[in-house]
């Protein structure tokens, strides 16, 4: 009978995650916060009554893979190219920022050490977590808004997924380097064959889905295709060359963007998304915060820990963006729309632990900071486009 456990957990997560995100929407908050906040809720940390499952995490990992390929979907192509080398550079100072921040962060409260010490590695892995973005949340707050076509929207999508592909590659090297292994060159390769293979595939995939939509224009079989594309890049990502699925799937929907049913293939998939792997996935993100475990000692590091996460990435990638030409209001949005992290951070966190190099206490400020960037980006998102609004309408 335990096995059917699981249908009264997804029960009660979609009920509580669509009220939550009823009443957030009521408050003039994205409905995204409510979900996440009905995962703290129906969590440890306040009433315990649902249990995070490998069964739930990876229906989570289901739903995030499908909005990555919705925000593929949903990107102009052309915008896309346009904005490549300015998400590039918004990436790299994304990185850069967060790293060397975390870093003196870890400095300031337990004092510097030697180049190539233990204590050394730690801080700059603790900069490292800092350095994953998870755009997912920040894509279905544009959505809500209908700003996800925009300049910055799609300047936020390329450079979240660069800036991640930036991160695995710091991740390793920190990994290879304090584990006496010289690695980091292996995932430089592996990464370029994955956008040198993401590129021929993606040409034949392109071509064989505008014979189909000729064939049979408007028909179940083109998004059911679809699905088989997104599921499969993501899996071959993450398997054969070490990326994560989520840009896969996000690579994926770039293929399919420009072909003629793409709004169809997109339509179909929120239905899933909005359904069940949405809330599922929103919703864990809270399951998996624990409050309990965070001791008295740790209070004032996760305070200072968050508060560098969350500042490091508006400034670096706000900067950036101004030096890159976006006016005040864009930067200030584009590095707003960077400071979320999720699933990445974990991972990053989980492979720090593994590796010996952070222990479990380090875990408490990732999940904190989790939570935090999740409730803060989309409710400030909301604030700076009313305020722009407000402005054109004054005009």
């Not at 009823?22 to 408050?27: F, G, S, V």
């Not at 400095?107 to 490292?128: E, L, Q, R, T």
């Not at 960037?373 to 400030?380: D, F, L, Y």
Request: glycine share 10%.
């Amino acid at each position: 009978m335990e096995a059917y456990s699981v249908f009264k957990s997804l029960c009660i997560i979609i009920v509580a995650a669509k009220l939550c995100g009823i009443l957030a929407r009521k408050l003039k908050a994205p409905q995204v916060v409510g979900e996440i906040i009905a995962g703290v809720i129906l969590g440890p940390s306040v009433l315990g009554i649902v249990q995070q499952s490998d069964f739930l995490s990876q229906l989570a990992e289901i739903g995030v893979v499908l909005l990555m390929f919705s925000a593929g979907l949903q990107t102009n192509l052309q915008d896309l190219v346009k904005t490549g080398l300015k998400a590039f550079l918004i990436a790299c100072a994304g990185v850069f920022v967060p790293l060397v921040g975390g870093t003196l962060l870890y400095f300031a409260f337990y004092g510097a050490s030697p180049w190539g010490s233990p204590d050394f590695y730690k801080a700059v892995f603790i900069g490292v977590i800092m350095t994953a973005t998870s755009v997912s949340i920040t894509v279905q707050t544009l959505k809500e808004l209908g700003k996800i076509s925009t300049e910055a929207g799609t300047t936020v999508l390329s450079a979240a997924i660069i800036d991640d592909v930036i991160g695995i590659i710091v991740l390793t090297f920190v990994i290879g380097v304090n584990g006496g292994e010289s690695k980091p060159l292996g995932v430089v390769i592996k990464t370029v064959l994955f956008f040198a293979f993401s590129f021929v595939f993606g040409y034949i995939i392109y071509k064989v889905f505008r014979f189909s939509d000729k064939m049979w224009p408007h028909t179940r079989r083109i998004p059911i295709m679809g699905l088989a594309i997104c599921l499969g890049m993501a899996y071959v990502a993450e398997r054969f060359f070490g990326i994560a699925d989520i840009t896969g799937a996000y690579v994926a929907g770039i293929i399919l963007c420009s072909v003629h049913d793409s709004d169809y293939i997109a339509e179909k998939m929120d239905i899933s998304s909005y359904m069940l792997f949405g809330p599922v996935f929103f919703a864990s993100i809270g399951l998996k915060t624990d409050l309990d475990k965070v001791s008295g000692e740790l209070i004032f590091f996760i305070l200072g820990f968050v508060a560098v996460a969350l500042t490091a990435k508006i400034i670096g990638c706000g900067v950036m963006s101004k030096l890159c030409g976006f006016n005040r209001s864009d930067s200030l949005k584009i590095g707003v729309g960077m400071m979320t992290r999720g699933e990445v951070a974990l991972i990053v966190a989980q492979k720090g632990l593994s590796s010996g190099i952070i222990s479990s206490a380090y875990f408490a400020p990732v999940i904190v900071l989790i939570l935090t960037s999740s409730i803060i980006t989309p409710i400030a998102l909301k604030m700076l486009y009313a305020r722009d609004e407000r402005r054109t309408k004054k005009a």
